[in-house]
């Protein structure tokens, strides 16, 4: 018993950590829902895990499909990225040609490096597609004091982008 206890552990915790219902979270699915109805112009919507096949991972269980009258209009995808000493949750939407529509800081830990939630310096993902890289300090702008955090999100933003383009390529999307 003492050798499968931390096995029951660490699959119960796994389950909680990569769960959608953890993905989304109580303390931030609000903030995902009023961001949806702003971006796409709707007061009505439903989301649904985009992947439900055997292709579960890491990124899949935060990838959401968004429904308006059953017809697909979007897609969401919420994330952690890390930050100094801590770690941050962002939503990215995207159409459903895959464009980046939005993208939001939903919960920022730091007490420095919060610059990267203002609206200003993140429309410059607005518009980017399945096609696009984003280098920082080539077409990013630094912030001063929150280097590592805009090298977190660009790096994770070109990470979900190249997941994107393999979900297409193999017909998932």
């Given at each position: 018993?003492?050798?499968?206890?931390?096995?029951?552990?660490?699959?119960?915790?796994?389950?909680?950590?990569?769960?959608?219902?953890?993905?989304?979270?109580?303390?931030?699915?609000?903030?995902?829902?009023?961001?949806?109805?702003?971006?796409?112009?709707?007061?009505?919507?439903?989301?649904?895990?985009?992947?439900?096949?055997?292709?579960?991972?890491?990124?899949?269980?935060?990838?959401?499909?968004?429904?308006?009258?059953?017809?697909?209009?979007?897609?969401?995808?919420i994330g952690t990225a890390p930050s100094q000493?801590?770690?941050?949750?962002?939503?990215?939407?995207?159409d459903k040609e895959i464009v980046i529509k939005?993208?939001?800081?939903?919960?920022?830990?730091?007490?420095?490096?919060?610059?990267?939630?203002?609206?200003?310096?993140?429309?410059?993902?607005?518009?980017?597609?399945?096609?696009?890289?984003?280098?920082?300090?080539?077409?990013?702008?630094?912030?001063?004091?929150?280097?590592?955090?805009?090298?977190?999100?660009?790096?994770?933003?070109?990470?979900?982008?190249?997941?994107?383009?393999?979900?297409?390529?193999?017909?998932?999307?």
């Open positions: 018993m003492k050798k499968l206890y931390p096995k029951i552990l660490l699959a119960c915790l796994a389950y909680v950590l990569f769960s959608p219902t953890f993905a989304i979270g109580q303390k931030i699915d609000k903030k995902v829902g009023k961001e949806i109805q702003k971006t796409f112009s709707i007061k009505n919507f439903d989301v649904k895990k985009t992947i439900n096949q055997d292709f579960e991972d890491y990124l899949s269980n935060r990838l959401l499909s968004v429904y308006s009258n059953n017809d697909i209009i979007g897609y969401a995808y000493t801590k770690y941050f949750d962002y939503l990215v939407l995207f939005s993208i939001k800081i939903l919960i920022y830990r730091e007490d420095y490096g919060s610059e990267i939630g203002s609206k200003r310096w993140l429309k410059q993902f607005i518009g980017k597609s399945l096609y696009d890289k984003f280098v920082y300090r080539e077409n990013i702008a630094a912030i001063s004091g929150a280097t590592i955090s805009v090298n977190s999100i660009t790096d994770a933003i070109n990470e979900l982008i190249i997941y994107l383009n393999t979900l297409k390529r193999e017909h998932l999307l």
